[in-house]
């Protein structure tokens, strides 16, 4: 556990470099930064109102609220950083009129997550009874980075800037977090997940870089600390992460910066613990090709190159894993900027005072870090190429797993295809979340249930919980070939027995192979398709690339077409989406995917 490493050790702010470190700032590659910075100021900024607040309560819609509070921090965000760059009044005085409004603001937390709001039946927040969430963990880490990189600055420019910051996040987020130790997302049941290590570096930021009593800051740093073990102690051993690459970002990467912050703070280095090794090369294990990732439960189909893919890299470079390094290294060229504001201020100051992270996007020669199959036992999903060491061909993701994971959706027994990195046989994603995204009614969202899932439909869907998962999983991994079978009847209300298998036969001809073994007759199989199909006598082809061919003897095909009006689905998909439904009515349920020569 953390807690025997850092009892009672003294902690000291960390040595960052401010604005006045011309040196560092100079050689800093901030040119997309600052054009950033020019176009927000040409903009004015962003109001956060209590109507779009309320509307979570109202209507259901968190969005109004939420990404105008996501605008605004990233504006700021973006003016302290090119403030810090070139030290210009009008990005200083547009960071400290955004600091000043972040700081009027009644709160910092997301409607949905206030569940003292809720809890008075009120649709509007209380400035004195602050809940602590993800929001207000957001603009404290903020305030503390800004405060710490121009605080010179505010001496100068905005005296009393500093105390109104400390002021703000002391009453928010530093009071709270000590005298409520029973915050839901602290995992005290053993359930901890992204929002503990998501919080808990935002509030070790505050106490490190704000607090000025030495005994304080110890004592806040001893129970991040001792919050973190809840996280630690869930994390499996083979690296995977239940909620999947886009949440990884946001949990498992955060710890990592809170034991780079600690090993600065306080001069203790746990940073070789055995479960990070396998923890940072969870992204990469799961990459299809391109921006495209296996996007099990909440997740977009493409990630966002927005990552610190430097933090990444430093952790490769520390653990000495050179497929770690060469995944970040391709992915951040790829986004074509070394930082994201939008990633955070904390992130984004790390990755351009990095001195080796410049080195390594301009002289690191590209290399692969896909190897022939991954098989993660833990959150039982199978990623298997054609070819070792390249996208090209055919790559095939199978899960198994249960319903109760986090982020969770109906997908127990889903797979993905991949022809040349580009998913064909896909998982339709997260789309906006709403006000009910995580109560009762989470399900009612079509791209969750089973039906827009690859999977068998035995009469029924399948059900939401841990009770409803895979059973007897096996994987077969050989030079020829990688299968993953399961009994997937446990996913569904009254199902006996249901084997399926997901077979990747690479040589001599190269194809997937998806069989059902049951006794259910007629069984829907359900397949979501991205791109045009056309569908023909016991085959469909899709977009030209990709050919499912199946019995025609035993079975009829249905294909629908999706039109997508969710702006995170379209970002992925574009405007639609396609079902095709194999409807076998006896005989084997097999279908065959090939790449069309």
């Known amino acids: 556990m953390l807690r025997v490493f850092f009892d009672g050790r003294p902690v000291r702010r960390p040595a960052f470099p401010d604005v006045r470190d011309r040196q560092v700032w100079a050689a800093a590659d901030g040119a997309a930064v600052l054009a950033d910075a020019h ?15 309320a509307r979570t309560f109202r209507d259901g819609v968190r969005t109004d609220y939420e990404d105008a509070a996501r605008e605004l921090r990233e504006r700021v965000t973006t003016l302290v950083l090119a403030a810090v760059l070139t030290g210009e009044e009008s990005f200083l005085d547009g960071a400290v009129d955004g600091l000043v409004a972040l700081a009027e603001a009644t709160t910092w937390c997301w409607a949905p997550h206030d569940r003292h709001a809720a809890g008075r039946a009120e649709v509007l927040a209380d400035p004195d009874d602050p809940f602590l969430d993800l929001g207000a963990a957001e603009v404290a880490s903020l305030f503390a980075w800004a405060d710490q990189v121009l605080g010179p ?25 000590e005298r409520i130790r ?3 997302w602290l995992g005290l049941a053993g359930d901890a997940h992204n929002w503990n290590p998501w919080i808990h570096s935002a509030v070790l930021a505050a106490a490190v870089l704000l607090v000025d009593d030495e005994e304080r800051r110890s004592r806040l740093v001893a129970l991040v600390v001792e919050g973190l073990d809840h996280y630690v102690a869930v994390l499996p051993d083979d690296g995977g992460i239940d909620e999947g690459v886009a949440y990884w970002w946001h949990g498992a990467c955060r710890l990592l910066e809170c034991l780079d912050l600690l090993a600065d703070a306080t001069g203790v280095d746990v940073r070789d613990l055995p479960v990070l090794a396998p923890l940072i090369r969870f992204p990469h294990r799961m990459h299809l090709g ?3 990732y296996v996007n099990a439960g909440d997740a977009p189909a493409r990630l966002s190159p927005a990552q610190p893919w430097h933090v990444l890299h430093r952790w490769g470079e520390r653990l000495g894993d050179d497929d770690v390094r060469a995944h970040a290294v391709s992915r951040a060229r790829a986004g074509g900027r070394p930082v994201w504001p939008s990633a955070g201020l904390g992130r984004a ?7 080796d992270w410049r080195k390594a996007l301009a002289t690191e020669p590209e290399a ?3 190897t022939r199959e ?15 060491g390249t996208p090209r061909g055919l790559t095939v993701a199978v899960k198994a797993g249960h319903n109760g994971e986090r982020h969770n959706h109906l997908d127990v027994g889903s797979y993905w295809v991949a022809v040349d990195g580009v998913p064909v046989v896909a998982d339709v994603g997260q789309p906006t979340y709403t006000a009910a995204s995580f109560g009762p009614d989470r399900y009612e969202a079509w791209p969750l249930r089973s039906e827009w899932h690859n999977v068998p439909e035995p009469g029924a869907g399948q059900e939401p919980g841990e009770a409803f998962g895979a059973r007897h999983v096996r994987v077969d991994l050989t030079a020829a070939a990688a299968t993953l079978s399961a009994d997937l009847a446990g996913a569904y209300p009254g199902v006996a027995r249901w084997n399926r298998s997901v077979r990747l036969v690479r040589s001599p001809h190269p194809h997937v192979l998806v069989t059902d073994d049951d006794s259910v007759r007629p069984v829907r199989l359900r397949h979501v398709l991205a791109g045009d199909v056309e569908l023909g006598d016991g085959e469909a082809v899709v977009s030209g690339v990709l050919r499912l061919s199946w019995d025609p003897r035993h079975t009829t095909a249905e ?6 009006e969710d702006p995170l689905l379209r970002a992925s998909w574009g405007e639609h989406l396609a079902r095709l439904t194999l409807v076998v009515r006896d005989g084997p349920a097999r279908v065959r995917l090939e790449r069309v020569r």
Do not use: K, N
């Open 349 to 355: 100051l790390s990755g351009l005072a990095d001195a």
């Open 290 to 292: 391109g921006d495209a």
């Open 374 to 388: 991954e098989w993660l036992p833990r959150v039982q999903v199978l990623v298997a190429r054609e070819t070792a």
């Open 182 to 184: 029973d915050w839901h």
């Open 559 to 564: 294909l629908e077409r999706r039109p997508l």
């Open 153 to 177: 600055h505010f001496d100068v420019r905005a005296p009393g800037l500093r105390r109104r910051l400390r002021r703000e996040v002391e009453l928010r987020v530093l009071t709270p977090f």
């Open 39 to 53: 176009a927000v100021l040409a903009r004015p900024a962003p109001v956060l109102t209590a109507t779009a607040w």
């Open 368 to 370: 692969t870090w896909l």
